[in-house]
């Protein structure tokens, strides 16, 4: 028998927390092309055209998007081209070239007025233009690609650039007391464990030639508030060494809190129908956050190594 066709696949948002991720978790018989903002402006629909014709992949996981939920409130046409229009483009260049496209998305496409986790088909009321943006990329890759895989998470952390888990240890390093908001509620999820399910599915697809397309919801469990969110950073932060001491965290009301974008009260996933799919239940956020911090750590110390190197006197000759 003669060995599996290498596959290939385009990430875009290579530089992201879950591009970062793929790029690291990618499976052996893959060809990753990534791409950054800088190597690819996916706001150009001529140049994903040019592109992805030029490349001509199995697959495309775009993990690119306009993430700053506050400032969306005030550039609404820069969070419409990218999570939106450019989405959609991004469908249509897939399309032309006959590659499936997985899309990250976010549980910030709900209301988050119920009670009970949301299920896929549940009805999408997003309150701030962020949410609204990513609906309507959900909406525009849904109209010009069958072949494709919404995938929504919430509340992302890693290694890689801005997240909860880091502003929180910054904020540790120079207050000893915080305030986080202890009425919204969601479920934190680490973008390693978001790349480790995309590849899976991935692998699947190669597999199989298809998938059951659609829209599927991922999250690390169990649900939590920011607060508990943040009083579990600091307690495994303070173990593994990256924190002396922990600082008093107060929980308040989300009205409290001085924020332009309004967020969701209960944005819980239901994550039953991807769990049946692989066969799997979904990792526990508090183990993923340990591996984060553990690598959060390393760098810390591989950084305190260079610079005590860098400051070592060189021997007189």
Known sequence: ??????????????????????????????????????????????????????????????????????????????????????????????????????HLSTDYVFAGDGSRPYLEQDCTTPLSVYGASKLAGEQGLAAALPEHLIVRTSWVFGVQGSNFVKTMLRLAAERDQLAVVADQHGCPTSAASIATVLWQLAQRYFAAGSLPWGTYHFCNAPACSWHEFAVEIFRQAQAAGLLVTTPVVTPIAGADYPATAPRPAYSVLDCRKLEQLLGQQVPQWQQELALVLQQLKMQQERSQTNKNSSNRPSAKR
């Open 1 to 102: 028998m003669g060995e599996t066709l290498v596959k290939k696949v385009l990430v875009t948002g290579a530089a992201g927390q879950v591009g970062t991720e793929l790029l690291r978790l990618a499976p052996q018989r893959v060809e990753v092309v990534a791409y950054d903002s800088a190597a690819l402006d996916i706001t150009d629909a001529g140049k994903l055209q040019q592109e992805f014709a030029r490349q001509q992949p199995d697959l495309v996981i775009n993990a690119a998007a306009y993430t700053a939920v506050e400032l969306a409130q005030s550039e609404r046409e820069r969070a419409f081209a990218v999570n939106a229009r450019a989405v959609e483009a991004m469908a249509q260049a897939a399309a032309n070239t006959g590659a499936a496209l997985f």
